[in-house]
């Protein structure tokens, strides 16, 4: 101990020493483009794509089939893709949920099977000696599950559960709120949750009847990522998915926004902590305003560095974790602003977001802080793509929104090139202060005379509503 007090003094007695003779940080490179090795995609006769993908030098291997049957193709039976893909997690091809996981961990591996609003996911990540195996495994789990009867009441009361304990989050009342009040209660998009009424009342038959529907081939994309051997693993996916039934063509679906302004309010009494969304409809997925939008989104408060983040939570300690982003979907996309805010400073956080959107508006940004956001982006991008599983998941959501086969290569060289004076037109035309929509979570009678203390939003009709 006193060795190092010692050491430590010596350290701090002679800091100029220590800085004369320590060498200069090299300069920061420029960012590469992030590219993806030549991968390949085929389809079978039946319509099935598949997508290969040698990555990476360690000797593993992720196979994800993504099928277009999520709660969009459920219609109004929300949240019946989630429970037929825990029902499809109990058995398959007359083997138990036993002994699935026991396939999977002699593979070096495990098995997933998750629902999401576009696509039913069904995934293992294996040794690479296994992977025609695990190709096999997907298949008898997509294509043959048992749907154990048996197992409906445990499987719906875990759901029961998850949806009980969603809905004592305020962030799911946000949530949802905004989604019914952008697209309608009567759309998918507004439909997030089910009531516990609805959720207890699906039968097996109904789980069946979704799965022989709305599973096929051509809503099919087998995705294969990381080392393996391409002879043995087209073969595998030949005899597996070859005699497919085709089934029907993916959903399409239409999803007008809702105009506002709009200000929504769910009480909270009491809560020290207000969560709010502010949201914008934005550019599509692949469109020329598209890039600058994302651009824009991170120096305004999609990075951690953003400035929204900077301004009120690292300046004034409003709140903990404020960010925004777009959610993109097919023919759909919508930028929101997310944060939980100290009730007493709602109407003061609010006031200081609209300050910032106003900024971006009006002052470009300067060549130093334009360009560190954009080598952020890109740095971003080839890091958050390092992992076999996170190709997949880029490519996967690069097909579902329709984006060229190259996007993955072009992205870095797009972002880069995104000039301030891109930026701020971005801002004038995609962040609308006078047509947000603005869904409220708190202490109403604390957080309402802030709110409309703030000129934004001195003439917007205010409504309150309940969730569910």
């Known amino acids: 101990m006193k060795r190092a007090l010692f050491l430590a003094a010596i350290l701090a007695a002679t800091p100029a020493i220590a800085q004369d003779n320590f060498p200069p940080a090299p300069p920061i490179p420029e960012p590469k483009p992030f590219k993806l090795p030549a991968t390949e995609t085929y389809?079978?006769?039946?319509?099935?794509m598949v997508t290969l993908v040698p990555y990476g030098v360690a000797p593993k291997v992720v196979i994800s089939l993504r099928v277009r049957a999520g709660e969009v193709a459920a219609g109004d039976r929300?949240?019946?893709?989630?429970?037929?893909?825990?029902?499809?997690?109990?058995?398959a091809a007359g083997r138990s949920s036993s002994d699935?996981?026991?396939a999977a961990a002699g593979m070096g591996g495990d098995l997933d099977v998750s629902a999401g609003m576009q696509t039913t996911a069904v995934s293992v990540n294996v040794l690479s000696e296994y992977a025609p195996a695990a190709v096999s495994l997907v298949g008898d789990v997509t294509l043959r599950p048992n749907l154990p009867a048996g197992e409906l009441a445990r499987v719906k009361a875990n759901l029961g559960r998850r949806l009980t304990q969603a809905l004592a989050q305020p962030s799911t009342l946000a949530d949802v709120a905004l989604g019914r009040t952008i697209y309608g209660p009567d759309h998918p998009y507004g439909r997030q949750i089910p009531s516990q009424?609805?959720?207890?009342?699906?039968?097996?038959?109904?789980?069946?009847?979704?799965?022989?529907?709305?599973?096929?081939?051509?809503?099919?994309?087998?995705?294969?990522?990381?080392?393996?051997?391409?002879?043995?693993?087209?073969?595998?996916?030949?005899?597996?998915?070859?005699?497919?039934?085709?089934?029907?063509?993916?959903?399409?679906?239409?999803?007008?926004?809702?105009p506002g302004p709009k200000v929504i309010l769910i009480d909270r009494p009491g809560s020290p902590?207000?969560?709010?969304?502010?949201?914008?409809?934005?550019?599509?997925?692949g469109t020329s305003a598209d890039i600058p939008q994302r651009v824009t989104n991170s120096l305004l408060g999609g990075a951690?560095?953003?400035?929204?983040t900077t301004n009120i939570r690292e300046d004034k300690g409003y709140t903990y974790s404020p960010y925004s982003d777009v959610d993109f979907s097919p023919d759909d996309a919508l930028w929101t602003f997310n944060a939980d805010v100290t009730t007493n400073v709602t109407g003061p956080a609010l006031g200081e977001v609209f300050k910032e959107i106003r900024r971006m508006q009006t002052e470009p940004v300067g060549a130093e802080e334009s360009k560190g956001i954009r080598t952020y982006m890109a740095g971003l991008f080839a890091i958050s793509n390092s992992t076999s599983?996170?190709?997949?998941?880029?490519?996967?959501?690069?097909?579902?929104?329709?984006?060229?086969?190259?996007?993955?290569?072009?992205?870095?060289?797009?972002?880069?090139?995104?000039?301030?004076?891109?930026?701020?037109a971005a801002a004038k035309t995609d962040y609308p202060i006078a047509k947000g929509t603005l869904v409220v979570v708190g202490d109403l009678k604390t957080v309402v005379p802030q709110l409309?203390?703030?000129?934004?939003?001195?003439?917007?009709?205010?409504?309150?509503?309940?969730?569910?």
């Open 43 to 48: 389809s079978l006769p039946n319509g099935m």
């Open 78 to 91: 929300t949240w019946l893709a989630a429970m037929n893909a825990e029902m499809m997690k109990e058995g």
């Open 197 to 258: 009424a609805q959720l207890a009342g699906y039968t097996i038959a109904d789980i069946k009847a979704f799965h022989d529907g709305q599973f096929g081939a051509k809503r099919a994309h087998l995705y294969i990522a990381g080392r393996f051997d391409a002879a043995a693993v087209k073969a595998a996916i030949a005899k597996t998915f070859g005699g497919w039934a085709a089934g029907p063509e993916p959903v399409k679906l239409a999803s007008p926004h809702q």
């Open 389 to 424: 599983g996170a190709v997949v998941g880029t490519l996967a959501t690069r097909d579902i929104l329709g984006l060229p086969a190259n996007w993955t290569d072009t992205y870095v060289p797009a972002v880069l090139a995104v000039t301030p004076e891109q930026m701020m």
């Open 100 to 102: 699935l996981a026991t």
């Open 304 to 308: 951690f560095s953003s400035r929204i």
């Open 452 to 468: 409309k203390a703030l000129p934004e939003l001195s003439n917007v009709s205010f409504q309150t509503v309940t969730v569910p």
């Open 273 to 285: 902590q207000t969560t709010l969304r502010l949201s914008f409809d934005a550019p599509l997925a």
